[in-house]
């Protein structure tokens, strides 16, 4: 299975727009971020996580030709404001199926009402197939996918589990009774905004006690806002195991 991160910046990306934090000055591309999206593949078979507003240029970046379906973790803008960019993918598959709590479709149905339109469409609108997700596994692909909940500050929304891999973005804290379904992790994915506290958000010291706690092989941060500081000095004072992720960085798992 092959994880490509298309984004890991978070809301506002980096730089970010009339900020004079330094990192939004570095000239190191491992300090531009895009807003947090991930490319899953497998057998010929590619599911996105989130469809951010950097969607077409995270598309033309990594030279993506195929997408089967989306994976929604939430209704925040930032991972679904590039949905009406996957035109062109719509033209070669027909609706694309996307998933995610109701709650989250019907908030795309009423945003992006012309394309959940069934009668009357625009020509050359982007189509979808819905469906909700709830606490139980799915198919997709031969494979078992497993939402994780999560909360987002006061906000429920969705982590999930593919194999041995586990992508949680935008969480601050997990229920006791999600750990269960985050044992045995060869990669774990999860956010670390920056390093002050965060209402809604795990800042960097909690991420690495979240990690900890779940216990993964190994684990990437992302969803990395202009605060964090500089992709490499933090990560020099990361654990062995632990490593900020970059846009476009690239790996497999199992």
């Known amino acids: 299975m092959k994880i490509t991160f298309l984004g890991t910046g978070a809301s506002q990306g980096i730089p970010m727009l009339l900020s004079d934090e330094p990192v939004n000055h570095s000239t190191d591309s491992k300090d531009k971020r895009t807003r947090s999206s991930v490319l899953i593949q497998w057998n010929n078979f590619s599911v996105l996580v989130d469809c951010g507003g950097d969607f077409r240029y995270q598309m033309l970046a990594n030279n993506v030709q195929h997408i089967d379906a989306i994976l929604f973790t939430h209704e925040h803008s930032d991972h679904i404001a590039g949905l009406d960019d996957i ?3 719509c033209y ?3 609706p694309m199926p996307i ?9 795309l ?3 992006y009402q012309y394309i959940f339109e069934i009668e009357n469409r625009y020509p050359g609108a982007a189509a979808v197939n819905p469906f909700v997700v709830n606490e139980y596994p799915f198919e997709l692909g031969g494979k078992k996918i ?3 909940k999560v909360n987002h500050g006061n906000l429920p929304i969705l ?8 992508y949680l973005t935008d969480v601050k804290t997990i229920p006791e009774t999600e750990f269960a379904k985050l044992q045995n992790l060869e990669v774990l994915v999860i956010s670390a905004l920056r390093i002050e506290p965060h209402p809604t958000h795990l800042n960097l010291k ?6 900890e706690k779940i216990s993964p092989e190994k684990a990437y941060f992302m969803h990395i806002s202009h605060r964090l ?3 490499e000095e933090v990560s020099k004072s990361l654990p062995n195991n632990i490593y900020l992720s970059y846009d476009g960085l690239s790996f497999d798992v199992g």
């Open 206 to 211: 909690e991420a690495i006690a979240m990690t």
């Open 146 to 148: 497993i939402p994780i």
């Open 229 to 231: 500081g500089f992709h």
């Open 87 to 89: 035109r062109p993918f």
């Open 92 to 94: 070669k598959i027909g």
């Open 99 to 107: 998933y995610g709590m109701k709650r989250v479709i019907d908030v």
């Open 109 to 111: 149905s009423e945003r």
């Open 159 to 166: 982590g999930y589990r593919i194999d041995n891999f586990a």
